[in-house]
């Protein structure tokens, strides 16, 4: 079974610059989350999809960050325009709707994002 | 808002010492996971654990869900130098998936 694939897998960008990050998500998977890492912390949640619709975006700073997941399959995460503070390993993650696997998320291996 | 906080923070062992470390939280929380993060990767789920008291063992590794649903234990026995990462504890939160603070382990050979 293929695993979350992620594309970029680094990107440089400068300060006000924009960026999109690709997530394909384990086939079958209904629930496809996107999360924030910066160095030295936890991922942090910035946005959970089901299908195609948004269970919880609360903590994605939407006056610059943006994501879709328009046929409920991949997805895509936009940040425009791009501050310093961005600088952080974007994650992206799904899970089944099975039963208990609907906790139970597989990663990507994330882009790393540098604002310069 | 709800947290998971984790310790300790870091910590240096031997080669074929064995491993504890906790996470808390001041809300009741339903699910625990535990996932390893190696540099460069994602996380990769280790245990998922679902009902308080629940004891659950992936190989060296053995989960515990606290019985006031406020933490969670993870035990690694025999450590050995693949197990150098970063541990996380998880869960459902009553708004959002929240991830803890995260273990750094290091073994020494």
């Known amino acids: 079974e293929a695993g979350v694939a992620q594309s970029p897998r680094y990107k440089i960008i400068e300060k006000r610059q924009s960026v999109a990050f690709w997530c394909n998500p384990i086939?079958?998977?209904?629930?496809l989350y996107w999360y924030q890492q910066i160095l030295g912390q936890g991922p942090k949640l910035l946005i959970q999809?089901?299908?195609?619709?948004?269970?919880?975006d609360s903590q994605l700073p939407k006056d610059r960050f943006s994501a879709e997941r328009l046929k409920g399959v991949d997805s895509t995460l936009k940040i425009q325009p791009a501050k310093l503070e961005d600088s952080a390993v974007y994650l992206c993650?799904?899970?089944?709707?099975?039963?208990?696997?609907?906790?139970?998320?597989?990663f990507g291996p994330g882009t790393r994002l540098t604002v310069l | 808002g709800q947290q998971l906080n984790q310790s300790p923070q870091s910590m240096f062992i031997q080669e074929g010492e064995d491993v504890s470390m906790n996470c808390t939280s001041s809300s009741i929380f339903n699910t625990w996971l535990w996932y390893k993060q190696d540099p460069g990767e994602g996380p990769v789920l280790l245990i998922a654990?679902?009902?308080?008291?629940e004891l659950t063992s992936n190989g060296r590794l053995t989960a515990q869900f606290g019985i006031t649903r406020k933490d969670s234990f993870l035990n690694i026995s025999a450590s050995i130098p693949s197990d150098v990462g970063i541990y996380f504890c998880?869960?459902?939160?009553?708004?959002?998936?929240?991830f803890g603070t995260g273990t750094r382990l290091k073994v020494l050979a």
């Open positions: 086939s079958g998977h209904a629930t």
């Open positions: 999809f089901q299908n195609n619709g948004v269970v919880d």
């Open positions: 998880a869960g459902p939160g009553t708004y959002k998936y929240i």
């Open positions: 993650a799904s899970s089944s709707l099975a039963g208990r696997g609907v906790h139970e998320q597989f």
């Open positions: 654990l679902y009902k308080a008291g």
